[in-house]
């Protein structure tokens, strides 16, 4: 099982960016798909982006498509996410985790999700 520390959440206001990143321990990261999901207080989790094994294929949700980025570097076992145009509504905590098929669009398809990082935007 991978281990999954997510850091790079802060406060930011909105139509700011920030970038979150996810390191991952094992030598088998490159085996698996990784994507990113967000939980708001009192809401389900929501999926976010996925990326292949490789890093050459991306899928988003309609919700951050055109102002999130999902990248990985396979070298460095970590996987980022761009957000760039933040809004009030992004504001939840955002966990990486581990698939084990590409694209996988369903939160709870996924392995554990990390702990994750607190992001907060404000108007």
């Known amino acids: 099982q991978v281990q999954l520390v997510e850091s790079g959440g802060g406060l930011v206001q909105a139509g700011g960016s920030l970038r979150l990143a996810c390191a991952a321990s094992?030598?088998?990261?490159?085996?698996?798909?990784m994507g990113w999901s967000r939980q708001a207080p009192g809401k389900e989790r929501e999926f976010g982006a996925t990326i292949s094994m490789s890093g050459t294929l991306t899928v988003y949700a309609t919700s951050v498509k055109g102002r999130f980025t999902i990248s990985r570097d396979n070298a460095k076992n970590t996987v980022y996410l761009q957000m760039n145009t933040l809004k009030p509504e992004d504001t939840a905590v955002y966990s990486c985790?581990?698939?084990?098929?590409?694209?996988?669009?369903?939160?709870?398809?996924?392995?554990?999700w990390g702990q994750g990082t607190q992001v907060t935007v404000f108007s």
């Open positions: 985790a581990a698939g084990l098929s590409f694209p996988t669009v369903t939160a709870s398809a996924y392995e554990p």
């Open positions: 094992g030598r088998t990261f490159s085996s698996y798909s």
